[in-house]
């Protein structure tokens, strides 16, 4: 008896053993790669309008922090992308950005979603996916 289901029990912890598949949802419903793209551009137009914070982004190389950005909304998304940038924590070391920085941010993220027409529930899950970074940002 015990030949027999040791088979069938290595089989099963294989089968346990594999990857669940990504979900990959999140950034289907925000259009994939181009969706993911205009919110990108889209946040960076609406930052350049917004006097509140736009001084923060002078000196910033903005083409690589569009495609930073993009890189890291699609892997939040559980898109087929890789991070190639600093961490949140590393990226903003010194930068003493405020809470109301980081608010004007995410509306300007948020206005960005609006203007794409994205569904408030599919921007409310990007931003819960994006919310724990806060902390990497805020008053570092």
Same mark, same amino acid.
């Given at each position: 008896?015990?030949? &027999? #289901?040791? %088979?069938?029990? /290595?089989?099963?912890? $294989?089968?346990?053993?594999? %990857?669940?598949?990504? @979900?990959?949802?999140?950034?289907?419903?925000?259009?994939?790669?181009?969706?993911?793209?205009? /919110?990108?551009? $889209?946040?960076?137009?609406?930052?350049?309008?917004? *006097?509140?914070?736009? *001084?923060?982004?002078?000196?910033?190389?903005?083409?690589?922090?569009?495609?930073?950005?993009?890189?890291?909304?699609?892997?939040?998304?559980?898109? =087929?992308?890789?991070?190639?940038? !600093?961490?949140?924590? *590393?990226?903003?070391?010194?930068?003493? /950005?405020?809470?109301? !920085?980081?608010?004007?941010? &995410? *509306? !300007? #993220?948020?206005?960005?979603?609006? @203007?794409?027409? &994205?569904?408030? =529930? &599919?921007?409310?899950?990007?931003?819960?996916? #994006?919310?724990?970074?806060?902390?990497?940002? /805020?008053?570092?």
């Amino acid at each position: 008896m015990m030949r &027999v #289901l040791l %088979p069938i029990l /290595i089989v099963l912890l $294989g089968a346990c053993a594999q %990857p669940l598949p990504k @979900d990959d949802s999140l950034y289907r419903d925000l259009g994939g790669q181009p969706g993911i793209t205009a /919110i990108v551009e $889209g946040m960076l137009l609406h930052i350049a309008r917004d *006097e509140r914070i736009v *001084e923060r982004f002078r000196k910033i190389d903005i083409q690589r922090l569009r495609d930073k950005l993009i890189e890291q909304f699609c892997v939040e998304a559980g898109g =087929p992308c890789t991070y190639t940038g !600093d961490t949140m924590a *590393e990226s903003h070391k010194g930068q003493r /950005i405020s809470r109301s !920085d980081f608010n004007a941010l &995410v *509306e !300007d #993220l948020i206005a960005a979603m609006d @203007d794409q027409r &994205v569904p408030v =529930p &599919v921007q409310n899950r990007l931003i819960k996916r #994006l919310a724990p970074m806060r902390g990497d940002v /805020i008053e570092k």
